[in-house]
Each structure stands twice: as structure tokens, then as C-alpha cells.
């Protein structure tokens, strides 16, 4: 049985940044896709991107020209860089692998003064 790893959130200050880390595990399976998805208190979870391994990255509309999605060199890592937080994104950001029907526990972003 498989497994994500997230990792990344935090608390952070309006227009700041935060890096979040996803690993699917085992390693031995070749990840395709990932996507990450929010829930904020309160409310539906929402897609945020989706990332292929052809090097394609897709975007909400509310993240686009500001979170870049990424992989790492280790193998089934990825990245998801946001930037210039805004304070309606406190929620918990998950990592998806479609192909495995996989989804982790989440990990908390707050954005506060």
C-alpha cells in the first residue's frame, strides 16, 4: 500500500512565501501526475494545480502567476512554491496521485498578521 508525504506548511505573514513537499511512496511506482488541492476551514476542498510529467504544470485561476509547481531530482518528490500569500489561503493543502487514488493527511499553511 501506498503512501504521501507532505510536508512545508506553516504560519506566514500576508505576501509571504512557502515552499510545500509531496513524496509518493514506494518509490518503485512511476508517478505521472500530482495534484495539489486545498480546504480552507469551513469550506469545500478545491483544486489549486496539477502537475505531468512531461513538464506541464496546470493552474487555478486564484494560484496562477503565483505558485509554481515543480518536481524534485529525487524520485516521486514534488514541489509547490507559492508566493505572495494572500490571507483567504489559510487551509490545508493536499497532495493527490490520481493513478493511485493516493491523497495525504495534509499539511496546514496559515497566512496571518
Known amino acids: 500500500q501506498g503512501q504521501i508525504e507532505e510536508s512545508g506548511g506553516g504560519l506566514v505573514q500576508p505576501g509571504g512565501s512557502l515552499t510545500l513537499a509531496c513524496v509518493v511512496r514506494?518509490?518503485?511506482?512511476?508517478?505521472?501526475?500530482v495534484q495539489w488541492h486545498r480546504q480552507a476551514p469551513g469550506q469545500r476542498r478545491e483544486w489549486v494545480a496539477s502537475?505531468?510529467?512531461?513538464?506541464?504544470?496546470n493552474y487555478a485561476d486564484s494560484a496562477r502567476g503565483r505558485f509554481a509547481g515543480m518536481r524534485g531530482s529525487a524520485k516521486n518528490t514534488f514541489y509547490l512554491q507559492m508566493n505572495n500569500l494572500e490571507l483567504g489561503e489559510t487551509a490545508d493543502y493536499y497532495c493527490?496521485?490520481?493513478?493511485?487514488?493516493?491523497w495525504g493527511r495534509g499539511t496546514r499553511v496559515t497566512v496571518s498578521s
Open positions: 502537475m505531468y510529467g512531461n513538464g506541464v504544470t
Open positions: 514506494p518509490l518503485s511506482f512511476n508517478i505521472y501526475e
Open positions: 493527490h496521485a490520481p493513478s493511485r487514488n493516493y
